[in-house]
């Protein structure tokens, strides 16, 4: 049997067995793992953009948080 297979059996078996901690634990494991593959579904234009967006971050052409509040505030007030 291929040996991956037998680990889902085997996990199955466990999730069936195990209290309810566990089977939180169990979840949020596999949800934070879901949640880490939205980079993947992004498409090649905009993680480029993102990642030139960091570079120039890194090289310190950004406008620091504080400032952008300062010059925009009222677009944030009602």
Do not use: C
């Amino acid at each position: 049997m291929n040996p991956v297979k037998q680990m889902r059996q085997e996990v199955k078996k466990y999730i069936d067995d195990a209290d309810e901690t566990t089977v939180k634990m169990v979840y949020a494991m596999l949800e934070a793992k879901q949640e880490d593959e939205w980079w993947d579904t992004l498409p090649p234009k905009v993680k480029a953009e993102i990642d030139k967006a960091l570079t120039e971050l890194d090289k310190g052409k950004g406008i620091p948080h504080e400032e952008v509040l300062k010059k925009y505030s009222k677009w944030f007030s009602r």
